[in-house]
């Protein structure tokens, strides 16, 4: 049932130790710590944690991570999350958490912005991809106060971001590709002034940036490029001072014609635009 200890990808080259991978996981298993005891993971810095059948795998117990406070990068691979994820959260030296093709649930709304300052104080980086139901990202994680990178793609459920995103004041890197029911930005947006990378490729919904886009002093890179609905730019846009590229199609391209010259800097990437991959993210 167990596979053997290997290297997870997608884990920065300075995690150290070995880490650990269970895969293979059948509906319905119970993980405990028992089962990953023998692999070591009390000393573990890495685990990946993969189901391996037509449906995400269920997991009813993590407690076994209450033992595991070593670890620094946990992917969690098609899997269904259990409701109570406290062992998980309260892992004080996690840098990078990643949930990759995982059926979300309920197992994010059980904690509360109050109560939760100081859950996940390492936290760097956390990644959401392909996760079928994830709707809505949860405001506590706007407590991260250390998150630098937030990748939320392929999340075609996700319809609103909190209004507190603009909390995470360490964030450098937003990536939202193909969230195709996103239909905006929030306004707080224009509190990151250490983001230099975005990313709203393929999200289809939004159809105007806040005007408060044009705050963003440390943004270099934006990639725009099948977003179909935005038919404008905010006029704070020519304020990007640090924007040096804008990756877009050719229909968004004519966006920045007014723009560009404000920006001397700026260069703009025109990529092609795959009109069917386009339109079979429409009718997902």
Request: charged share 20%.
């Given at each position: 049932?167990?596979?053997?200890?290997?290297?997870?990808?997608?884990?920065?080259?300075?995690?150290?130790?070995s880490?650990?991978?269970?895969?293979?996981l059948?509906?319905?298993?119970?993980?405990g710590?028992?089962?990953?005891?023998?692999?070591?993971?009390?000393?573990?810095?890495?685990?990946?944690?993969?189901?391996?059948?037509?449906?995400?795998?269920?997991?009813h117990?993590?407690?076994?991570?209450?033992?595991?406070?070593?670890?620094?990068?946990?992917?969690?691979e098609?899997?269904?999350?259990?409701?109570?994820?406290?062992?998980?959260?309260a892992?004080?030296?996690?840098?990078?958490?990643?949930?990759v093709m995982?059926e979300?649930?309920?197992?994010?709304?059980?904690?509360?912005?109050?109560?939760?300052?100081?859950?996940?104080?390492?936290?760097?980086?956390?990644?959401?991809?392909?996760?079928?139901?994830?709707?809505?990202?949860?405001?506590?994680?706007?407590?991260?106060?250390?998150?630098?990178?937030?990748?939320?793609?392929?999340?075609h459920?996700?319809?609103?971001?909190?209004?507190?995103?603009?909390?995470?004041?360490?964030?450098?890197?937003?990536?939202?590709?193909?969230?195709t029911?996103?239909?905006?930005?929030?306004?707080s947006?224009?509190?990151?002034?250490?983001?230099?990378?975005i990313?709203?490729?393929?999200?289809l919904?939004?159809?105007v940036?806040?005007?408060?886009?044009?705050?963003?002093?440390?943004?270099?890179?934006?990639?725009?490029?099948?977003?179909?609905?935005?038919?404008?730019?905010?006029?704070?846009?020519?304020?990007l001072?640090?924007?040096?590229?804008?990756?877009?199609?050719?229909?968004?391209?004519?966006?920045?014609?007014?723009?560009?010259?404000?920006?001397?800097?700026?260069?703009?990437?025109?990529?092609?635009?795959?009109?069917?991959?386009?339109?079979?993210?429409?009718?997902?």
């Amino acid at each position: 049932m167990m596979s053997s200890i290997g290297v997870v990808n997608d884990v920065e080259d300075n995690v150290e130790n070995s880490p650990c991978s269970v895969s293979g996981l059948p509906v319905g298993l119970t993980l405990g710590y028992s089962s990953c005891f023998n692999k070591g993971v009390g000393q573990l810095n890495v685990l990946s944690i993969t189901g391996n059948s037509d449906y995400p795998s269920n997991l009813h117990n993590l407690s076994f991570l209450g033992r595991s406070s070593n670890l620094t990068a946990i992917i969690f691979e098609h899997v269904s999350l259990p409701s109570q994820l406290q062992p998980l959260f309260a892992l004080r030296k996690l840098k990078q958490l990643s949930f990759v093709m995982c059926e979300i649930g309920d197992a994010l709304k059980s904690f509360t912005t109050e109560s939760n300052y100081n859950m996940l104080p390492n936290l760097t980086h956390l990644e959401f991809d392909m996760c079928y139901d994830f709707k809505q990202l949860p405001s506590w994680i706007c407590n991260l106060a250390h998150l630098q990178k937030l990748s939320i793609t392929n999340c075609h459920e996700l319809d609103a971001l909190p209004k507190e995103l603009g909390d995470l004041s360490s964030l450098e890197s937003l990536n939202l590709h193909s969230c195709t029911k996103l239909q905006e930005l929030p306004a707080s947006i224009g509190s990151l002034r250490s983001l230099s990378y975005i990313d709203i490729s393929d999200c289809l919904s939004i159809s105007v940036l806040p005007e408060e886009f044009g705050e963003l002093c440390g943004l270099q890179v934006l990639k725009m490029n099948g977003c179909t609905g935005l038919q404008e730019l905010p006029m704070s846009t020519s304020e990007l001072s640090q924007l040096d590229e804008v990756i877009c199609d050719e229909e968004t391209s004519y966006l920045w014609i007014d723009i560009e010259s404000d920006l001397h800097n700026l260069k703009i990437n025109v990529v092609e635009d795959d009109r069917l991959e386009t339109f079979m993210k429409i009718v997902h």
